[in-house]
Each structure stands twice: as structure tokens, then as C-alpha cells.
């Protein structure tokens, strides 16, 4: 059963330190991985899919990287601000399973200012 | 920019009660998903549909659920006989032919009392 899973669930840094935001994920037949943004009260908003055929991924101060052989997907957030104060979520596809997205628990992220 | 919209944004049903809650997809996406929420855990897999069919469904989505594509733009999630545990933020999702990446609407927030 596939199994995706964020630790830590909450996280707290002061303003202008990066941010590492964790994803395991059990499944090595992944196809590709999603990672999210979500207010409180709010949907998803998609900020980086990268692909099981990558390494990297990148878009202005976010990095995502994956690594299928320890099941694990990494996002930085370069010089944090409070605006980045979100909840982050990752998910993973599995091609064979349908194209469904499997979530993991989320990290809960605040920037002090 | 296109994006996904959901109507109502909340909707407060009594148990037993019909609701149908309503997506529209973004315009030339071909694949529709339902997830939900339920507050303070993950987000899960409902239903995926291609092509006026299900692709696949989850063990949530038993005989009360059903999904309805009525016309070219609009896409359903009904609910006959709402139960309290039904309560929870659903979000339509939809994607396109050329990527896998899955954009999420805003949510629509199901009370059931």
C-alpha cells in the first residue's frame, strides 16, 4: 500500500532562513511528485511537479529534489518570508494506480517575522 | 490564468440529505478527480473520470457517491444520503493531456449535521 510521509508536521523558523520540507514515500515505482500549497480554509495550489525521470526541479526560490532510490523528495525554500507561512503538502502518482494522487500528512510551516 | 472553480463553497446538509456539489474544470482538461479532507487528516482519493467514465474510485466512493460530467463544462460529485462522517472540504481537480500535473479548485466545505 502506497504510503506517503511528512515529518515534521510543524515547523517555525524567523525570517530569511531556509526552509527544508521532507516527503518519504514507499512506493519505488513512483511516476512523479507533486508538492502543494495550502492556506487555512483554502485549496491546493500546485508549486512544483517533478518527474520520476528528474533529479531537480526549480521555480524562482523554490527547489524540489528526488531521490527514488531512498524514497524521498526534499523542498527548499530559499530565504523564507512571512508570506511563505502555509501548510506544504506532498503527493506522489503512481501511473499504474490510476493517475490518483496519494498525499502525504503535510507540514505546517511558520515564518516569523 | 485558468483554474479550476467549485460551487458552493460551503454547504451545511442534514443527515440524510441529497447535495451534489458542483467543479468546473478547467477548459481543454480531459481528466476530472474528486478528493476530500476531512479536518485534521489527508487529503484522499475519491474518484478519477475520463472520456464520460470512471477511470478508477477509491473504497470511499461507494454506492452513495456518484459523478456526472451534464454538459461540456460543468463536473458533479452527488452525495444521496449524506452521513455526519461525510463532513469534510471536497476539492474537484483536473488535468490536462500533456502533463500530469493536477490543478486543484478552491474546495467546497460540507457540513453535515
Known amino acids: 500500500k502506497q504510503e506517503v510521509t511528512q515529518i515534521p508536521a510543524a515547523l517555525s523558523v524567523p525570517e530569511g532562513e531556509n526552509l527544508v520540507l521532507n516527503c518519504s514515500f514507499t512506493?519505488?515505482?513512483?511516476?512523479?511528485l507533486q508538492w502543494f500549497r495550502q492556506d487555512p480554509g483554502k485549496g491546493l495550489t500546485s508549486l512544483l511537479l517533478?518527474?520520476?525521470?528528474?533529479r531537480e526541479q526549480t521555480s524562482g526560490r523554490l527547489n524540489a529534489s528526488l531521490d527514488k532510490s531512498s524514497g524521498r523528495s526534499t523542498l527548499y525554500i530559499a530565504a523564507s518570508q512571512p508570506g511563505d507561512s502555509a501548510t506544504y503538502l506532498c503527493?506522489?502518482?503512481?501511473?499504474?494506480?490510476?493517475?490518483?494522487?496519494?498525499f502525504g500528512g503535510g507540514t505546517r510551516v511558520l515564518v516569523k517575522p | 490564468e485558468p483554474e479550476v472553480t467549485q460551487t458552493p463553497s460551503h454547504q451545511v446538509t442534514q443527515m440524510g440529505q441529497e447535495v451534489i456539489l458542483r467543479c468546473v474544470p478547467i477548459?481543454?482538461?480531459?481528466?476530472f478527480y474528486w478528493y476530500r479532507q476531512i479536518l485534521g487528516q489527508k487529503v484522499e482519493f475519491l474518484v478519477s473520470?475520463?472520456?464520460?467514465?470512471?477511470?478508477?474510485k477509491s473504497e470511499i466512493f461507494d454506492d452513495q457517491f456518484s459523478v456526472e460530467r451534464p454538459d461540456g463544462s460543468n463536473f458533479t460529485l452527488k452525495i444521496r444520503s449524506t452521513k455526519l462522517e461525510d463532513s469534510a472540504m471536497y476539492f474537484c481537480?483536473?488535468?490536462?493531456?500533456?502533463?500530469?500535473?493536477?490543478?486543484f479548485g478552491p474546495g467546497t466545505r460540507l457540513t453535515v449535521t
Open positions: 512506493d519505488s515505482a513512483i511516476y512523479n
Open positions: 481537480a483536473s488535468k490536462g493531456t500533456s502533463s500530469y500535473e493536477q490543478y
Open positions: 473520470f475520463y472520456n464520460n467514465e470512471i477511470s478508477e
Open positions: 517533478i518527474q520520476s525521470s528528474q
Open positions: 477548459s481543454n482538461h480531459l481528466y
Open positions: 503527493a506522489e502518482l503512481i501511473k499504474a494506480a490510476g493517475n490518483k494522487l496519494t
